[in-house]
């Protein structure tokens, strides 16, 4: 339960994100973000003790911020995050709309030493891709924390205990259900992520997201077809679990697989209702008050598939 919880957090979309690692002697390493969750740049800081070396680290970040049009912060919440968050709200009145928020950052060394870390950022030192993934993390929880070992995470205690191949599947049920739950955000997963959706190996994981790095946002379901090696069997398994929000297909943001998007237009003018009207209360009501047994007569379309558009 600690853990969909934690995976199901609500995503910050469409902001480019600062991840902000607090330390004292170290420095704060700060890592900038796309709304993809593409690296823009990286950095150290040195606000804290025993440097105190405020206004150049203000003068730093105040021309990163300028340069990628940051829009928010997020602030680890280990050591030293007390003295970094004064330093951030005292940086960001300057600067008008650029808000933050304290992420927790469990598990965040972990990952930064993991073997996946490694792959994901070969030339980034270790240090630094700690502050990736609390910006990452903020802005989509679920593509971030699926990389952490969960007892890494510090969702329950007594889990060492436990027998640890049962624990691990029982957490790998959490995932599958969560991705299938909410569908993934294409512009925004990683590919960790992705290899939880039907159809779609490591391989095909990592070339989704090398394609959606090289050529910028998908603008609808059909571009994963331009993936290298993506063919049609697996876009039919994949498709439906694949969300892109404000693109090319209103349909796109919903649960509907492809397949059925001409029975979905049928349906929404057969009750007085169009794209627009998706995810409004009039069309739930309306929805949740038609016979399916009629309409599936009448729009000749099978019960099952009319269950599950509306459902979608």
């Known amino acids: 339960k600690n853990s969909k919880q934690l995976l199901l957090g609500a995503p910050i979309k ?33 606000p804290t003790e025993p440097q105190n070396d405020v206004e150049g680290a203000k003068k730093e970040l105040i021309a990163l911020i300028k340069e990628y049009n940051v829009n928010i912060i997020a602030i680890g919440n280990g050591t030293a995050s007390r003295e970094s968050e004064n330093f951030v709200s005292d940086m960001i009145k300057e600067l008008g ?3 933050y928020a304290i992420v927790s950052e469990a598990g965040a060394s972990v990952y930064s030493a993991s073997k996946l870390a490694t792959e994901e950022y070969p030339d980034i030192n270790v240090s630094i891709r ?28 007594y889990q060492h205990d436990m027998n640890q191949k049962k624990l691990g599947s029982a957490l790998d049920g959490v995932v599958e259900d969560s991705v299938n739950r909410v569908g993934v955000d294409l512009n925004t997963a990683s590919a960790p992520l992705l290899e939880h959706i039907s159809g779609i190996n490591k391989s095909l994981a990592k070339n989704i997201v090398a394609y959606r790095e090289a050529n910028g946002k998908f603008v609808t379901r059909k571009d994963l077809l331009k993936v290298p ?46 794209y627009d ?17 009629d309409y599936s007569k009448k729009l000749d379309i099978d019960i099952y598939t009319l269950e599950d558009i509306i459902n979608s």
């Open 97 to 99: 709309n650029v808000h």
């Open 229 to 274: 090696k993506l063919g049609a069997k697996a876009f039919e398994q994949c498709s439906g679990f694949m969300r892109i929000r404000d693109g090319g297909n209103p349909l796109d943001s919903t649960g509907v697989h492809p397949e059925s998007y001409d029975k979905t237009t049928k349906l929404l003018e057969s009750i007085g209702m169009n």
């Open 130 to 157: 700690g502050a990736i993934s609390i910006a990452r993390r903020l802005q989509d929880p679920l593509s971030e924390l699926v990389k952490i070992d969960p007892k890494s995470i510090g969702v329950g205690q």
């Open 14 to 46: 469409g902001k480019t994100v600062m991840g902000f690692d607090p330390a004292y002697r170290t420095g704060c390493k700060i890592a900038v973000i796309d709304e993809t969750g593409k690296v823009l740049d990286t950095g150290v800081v040195y």
């Open 277 to 293: 009207s998706l995810g409004t209360e009039e069309l739930i009501s309306k929805l949740d008050n038609i016979n399916i047994d």
